[in-house]
């Protein structure tokens, strides 16, 4: 669902899609290889996670053209690929 939101802002160079883990690199490119993702991962980003208060994951931060926060979800919703794509839509349009 996740690389589907990806692929429908590929070609927009004002979107990017960074994924925090808190896994060390060799372990989460074994994990990549059984489990593709689009994203650009930042492994071992513990501090960074810690820096938003972010204490639970999956955990999606959008932010704006100036690199401040927009939104936060923290969520497996079904729907987290919609909730995304609306936060994403209304950033991007609101320039």
Do not use: C, W
């Amino acid at each position: 669902m996740l690389n589907e939101l990806i692929k429908k802002f590929q070609g927009n160079t004002q979107i990017v899609f960074i994924a925090q883990a808190l896994d060390q690199r060799t372990a989460l490119n074994r994990f990549l290889k059984k489990n593709p993702f689009l994203y650009e991962i930042i492994p071992d980003s513990k501090d960074y996670a810690a820096l938003l208060d972010i204490d639970s994951y999956p955990s999606h931060v959008i932010l704006g053209p100036d690199g401040i926060v927009r939104d936060i979800f923290v969520s497996t919703k079904e729907n987290i690929g919609a909730l995304l794509e609306n936060s994403i839509n209304r950033i991007s349009n609101s320039k």
